[in-house]
């Protein structure tokens, strides 16, 4: 590619020779335009000498002009030289005299003559539009003092300059015009990315030229290039937003296509980037070293609106890794391979932000509802690796969930806000805010100091720093606040007495202690997930703690989620909830006899083992009809047919006025103000029955439609 540095020195290899130029330049009966400056000759009716000598001696500025569409017209950088006061209009006078429509640059020296090809020309017609940098100059605004450059556009009549021109520069296979127009006019509309143009390219290549189509099997194959503007060259984001170029003032794309596995994919916050011709070393893999380099330099410098701005990056700062595998200084990597990248937080952040403006907003944040980039969200989708989900959630959203749970749970106690999954200390310090990771990282530092055997926090309440001690040390100072403390009672310093003295005056008060901790011990068990010490004073066996463990209060065994999203748990054989799990587990104290699937149903009184026929106790008001005993019990069961499990599911919510959870703790209460006001709900209040039912239809609708 072309960096920016190459655009400002094209004049040293690519403009007209020197003689082509030194009129001029030099020359002073020549101005901008190669005009014949007026010399004054000695009339007597002409103005004096010295107001004469003051024209001839008037400053004159030398401007190079360098074209943005260089690399499609070809025109050379030019100097013209100019008054200092002069409109921007004799800068365009100048440039159309320097490619004047006969294909000749004016020169004073005819034996010199500079000629041009038809492209090179500039009509007369023709607007020219002159920038400083990337900010267009107006006819209104004045040659801006101090430049000695400027660039310039040609547009032809006719020609707004708003719709992107795609070139194709493979000579093997052909594209069509076209098919050339139709992928311009896919490169500028709204949201298509690099990606997806290169996508596009290459499915037209298989189809123009059916007999090569095995010379394009990736699209990743296909080099697109921005020809001309602040940043010429290869764009290599696939996420890139391609209209999003003429940021760059280019408005010409060029497509080529380079051999199969002739490239290197590297992936890094939610992004591919293609490096084409990867650098390889003499035994054919890619150089390792030059990746980092290009990605430094090529990608990660080069993703701001005005050009080429260098980050504080070193590229030994870039960590690589292949299939999972770290890659080393000497690794091998075969051209043609897909690596992932990782940059430290703070470079991630700034590039995130440089590049914003060349992605579109293609995500919506579940949780803050905000559309998003896909570099604002977690990379490759995951919060943690272990999880088992793509998340919904943004960055910041992350962010904001561990400044929370940091409030509410211990630090290293922080999980996925969508999964169970545990935050390590590597992704808290991707998602956290500075100042929260700063507070989960002392307070990491904290817990791993606290268990070293001789290190010892300063008790001095002001003060922050702890040190190790040596083994037997009683009277210790801080090395920070000068302050004194008993290592071994792990208290201030006990000024006035000795340790056994101190053992002695707190004897009372230390078999109070032990008393206590005897007591908590006894109306407290241990929890198997931390070892904290747990209450449990009223409520369900069902405990989870503070950690985020859960697990059976009798028989310490843990619950778990099964397949179909049901708390269960593994009770020991000595727990009474073995045999008889209670009703909060995965609904099989309310439903003994449903069977889904057609496995084998031993309560089948009429019932089938299959999903067509669900066998469930009849309501009160059936009973009579079924023929119920004298204590109000039906005969035998019976079943319900007529409606899938979805229908069944969607009858009783109708039937329990719009979606009401038997579970809700105020049933009963929305049943008596519901007979307050004369609803006949034709329902019997009974609880256990009406979250039978409810059971029964969710477990139904989950079975057809995992089925």
């Known amino acids: 590619m072309w960096p920016v540095q190459r655009r400002w020195s094209l004049s040293s290899k690519t403009r007209p020779p020197p003689a082509a130029l030194s009129s001029s330049n030099n020359n002073p009966s020549k101005d901008g335009g190669g005009r014949s400056a007026h010399r004054p000759k ?155 143009l290169r996508e596009s390219a290459a499915a037209l290549l298989r189809a123009a030229n059916p007999g090569k189509a095995d010379l394009v099997q990736s699209a990743q194959q296909v080099v697109v290039e921005a020809a001309g503007g602040l940043r010429p060259g290869a764009l290599q984001g696939n996420a890139w937003e391609a209209r999003k170029v ?118 919506t944040c579940v949780a803050c509802g905000d559309d998003k980039r896909v570099s604002e969200m977690p990379a490759r989708r995951r919060v943690t690796a272990a999880c088992e989900h793509d998340s919904g959630m943004c960055r910041e959203c992350v962010g904001q969930w561990i400044r929370a749970s940091l409030d509410t749970a211990t630090w290293d106690r922080l999980r996925c806000p969508e999964c169970p999954q545990l935050l390590s200390y590597e992704h808290v310090r991707a998602f956290a805010p500075r100042d929260v990771f700063d507070r989960y990282d002392a307070l990491a530092v904290k817990a791993v100091l606290g268990g070293m055997e001789d290190f010892a926090w300063c008790l001095n309440p002001a003060c922050e720093s702890g040190q190790i001690y040596p083994p037997g040390c009683a009277r210790a100072k801080c090395s920070a606040c000068k302050h004194y403390l008993c ?126 026929n669900i066998v469930f106790p009849f309501r009160p008001r059936e009973r009579a009809a079924a023929g119920a005993d004298n204590n109000n019990r039906p005969a035998a069961p019976g079943p319900v047919e007529g409606g899938d499990g979805a229908a069944l599911f969607q009858r009783f919510l109708q039937r329990r006025n719009m979606h009401r959870n038997p579970f809700d703790p105020n049933v009963r209460v929305h049943l008596a103000r519901e007979r307050e006001r004369e609803i006949d709900l034709d329902l019997d209040p009974d609880f256990f029955e009406e979250a039978m039912l409810f059971n029964m239809g969710h477990l139904m609708h989950r079975a057809e439609r995992d089925g």
Not at 117 to 132: G, M, N
Not at 266 to 271: I, K
Not at 559 to 587: A, I, K, S, V, W
Request: overall charge positive; proline content about 5%.
């Open 487 to 612: 290592v071994r009672h792990k208290v201030p310093w006990h000024s006035g007495e000795t340790c056994e003295e101190y053992d002695r005056r707190t004897r009372r008060q230390r078999r109070n202690d032990q008393a206590s901790e005897k007591h908590v011990k006894e109306i407290t068990k241990p929890c198997p997930g931390c070892n904290r010490n747990i209450n449990k004073y009223v409520g369900c066996d069902h405990v989870t703690c503070i950690c985020g463990h859960e697990w059976c209060w009798l028989c310490f065994g843990d619950y778990y989620r099964d397949q179909q999203d049901f708390l269960q748990c593994h009770h020991t054989l000595e727990c009474r909830y073995h045999d008889n799990p209670p009703n909060y587990e995965g609904g099989r104290a309310f439903m003994p006899f449903l069977n889904i699937g057609g496995g084998n149903n031993n309560n089948n009184n009429g019932g089938g083992g299959g999903n067509g």
């Open 246 to 363: 003429r940021t760059w003032l280019c408005r010409h794309l060029t497509l080529d296509l380079r051999p199969v596995g002739d490239f290197v994919v590297l992936r890094g916050v939610n992004e591919e980037y293609v490096w084409h011709r990867p650098y390889r070393n003499p035994r054919g893999y890619v150089d390792v070293p030059m990746l980092r380099q290009w990605l430094k330099n090529e990608v990660l410098a080069q993703v701001h609106a005005r050009g080429i701005r260098r980050r504080g990056i070193d590229a030994d700062d870039i960590r690589l890794s292949c299939r999972g595998k770290t890659v080393r200084k000497h690794s091998h990597v075969r051209p043609g391979e897909t690596l992932d990248f990782e940059v430290p937080r703070a470079v991630e952040d700034g590039f995130v932000r440089a590049e914003a403006w060349l992605l579109p907003l293609s995500e």
């Open 42 to 196: 000695h009339h007597h009716n002409h103005p004096s000498s010295s107001s004469a000598s003051a024209a001839v001696t008037e400053e004159r500025r030398k401007i190079e002009l360098i074209d943005l569409d260089f690399p499609i017209t070809g025109r050379h950088n030019v100097k013209i030289s100019i008054k200092e006061n002069s409109p921007l209009s004799h800068v365009t006078d100048g440039l159309k005299k320097k490619y004047s429509t006969d294909g000749k640059a004016t020169t004073s020296h005819h034996h010199h003559h500079h000629h041009h090809s038809k492209s090179h020309r500039i009509p007369e017609d023709a607007t020219v539009e002159l920038y400083q940098v990337d900010r267009l100059l107006t006819c209104s605004d004045e040659i801006p003092r101090r430049t000695s450059s400027l660039f310039y556009r040609v547009l032809p009549a006719g020609d707004d300059a708003s719709a992107l021109r795609i070139t194709w520069r493979c000579p093997t296979l052909k594209l069509r015009r076209t098919q050339l127009e139709t992928l311009a006019r896919e490169a500028g509309a709204a949201g298509t990315s690099i990606g997806s």
